[in-house]
């Protein structure tokens, strides 16, 4: 069973903007409500794309150099990378198919 990666600095850059294949990153925070609500949605989200996504969550408080170095200015913010750059944002607290609608726009986009 697939689930969502803790990341930190260090592994950011090979886990994320080196991975073969796209990578959604939940810039989130502890204690925040919609980044609670959101944890269940995106852990399906994981499950059902293991083979095609990858889904990782970073703490803006804890790296905030990270949060910085991709303009995060709220949480949660979900960040769709592919081939190393983003290629999608999502802002806020959001409905599970607009999520699903931003995926398939990764996958089936040219790289």
């Keep these: 069973m697939s689930d969502i990666e803790t990341l930190g600095e260090i592994a950011f850059d090979e886990r994320v903007l080196s991975s073969a294949r796209p990578v959604l990153v939940d810039f989130c925070k502890h204690g925040c409500g919609p980044c609670d ?3 269940p949605i995106l852990r399906e989200f994981a499950r059902e794309y293991e083979n095609e996504v990858a889904f990782c969550k ?9 949060a910085l170095r991709f303009a995060i200015r709220s949480a949660p913010t979900m960040v769709m990378f592919k081939g190393g750059t983003e290629r999608a944002r999502i802002s806020g607290m959001t409905s599970r198919s607009n999520i699903e609608r931003a995926l398939e726009r990764l996958l089936h986009e040219d790289a």
């Design 37 to 39: 609500q959101l944890l």
């Design 58 to 66: 970073l703490n803006i408080e804890d790296h905030p150099s990270l």
